[in-house]
């Protein structure tokens, strides 16, 4: 079984720019989530989604931050401008049941570095 | 607002060693608890923790969940240095319908 995909897996900008990371989930599964994992923390939300709906975007900084799930499959996350506290690891889950009773699959993460 | 807490944040033991990880919450309408092991990509998991005094366990790793006193213990047995990573407490609830994470421990593991 694929596990879930993500890209890219690194990414280095300059502060005021703008990035977009994709994730591709396991197959089948209805929940996506995107964490912001900084060094030495553990993830924090950013959005979930059930299948292409909004569940939870409250920790989303929607002044910068945008995601969007169409079609209830890929998912993409988009940070303009970029600040320099958006260094992070961007991690990409994906859950078969029903929100929040079951095991996440994460993605390997896309790094960002913003300078 | 849901709160995780994991002590101690950093850990360093000799391979043979056995250690307890601890993790406490404060979530409203708990769900269910997981444990995860994160080493240089992305956090695998380890246990899903539902019900109170029902000990998981997976070899030399065993878990056990408290709601009465909102706390689990991740024990790692003989630990080895394959063991070394951050172990991340995740909660799930029934309002939010999300995991809150965590700190994590930090656990090396020296030959």
């Known amino acids: 079984e694929a596990g879930v995909a993500q890209s890219p897996r690194y990414k280095i900008i300059e502060k005021r720019q703008s990035v977009a990371f994709w994730c591709n989930p396991i197959s089948g599964h209805a929940t996506l989530y995107w964490y912001q994992q900084i060094l030495g923390q553990g993830p924090k939300l950013l959005i979930q989604f059930q299948n292409n709906g909004v569940v939870d975007d409250s920790q989303l900084p929607k002044d910068r931050f945008s995601a969007e799930r169409l079609k209830g499959v890929d998912s993409t996350l988009k940070i303009q401008p970029a600040k320099l506290e958006d260094s992070a690891v961007y991690l990409c889950?994906?859950?078969?049941?029903?929100?929040?009773?079951?095991?996440?699959?994460f993605g390997e993460g896309s790094r960002l570095t913003v300078l | 607002e849901d709160k995780v807490v994991q002590s101690p944040l950093s850990l360093v033991v000799h391979e043979g060693d056995t250690v307890t990880l601890n993790c406490s919450y404060e979530?409203?309408?708990?769900?269910?608890l997981l444990w995860y092991k994160q080493e240089k990509k992305a956090p695998t998991f380890l246990f899903m923790l539902t019900s109170s005094g029902i000990e998981k366990k997976s070899g030399r790793l065993s878990s056990i969940l408290d709601k009465k006193e909102l706390f689990s213990i991740l024990n790692i047995t003989a630990t080895q240095t394959g063991d070394s990573a951050v172990y991340l407490c995740a909660v799930g609830d029934n309002y939010g319908q999300n995991f809150v994470f965590g700190p994590g421990t930090r656990l090396s593991v020296l030959p």
């Open positions: 979530v409203t309408n708990f769900r269910s």
């Open positions: 889950a994906s859950s078969l049941l029903a929100v929040g009773t079951g095991e996440l699959f």
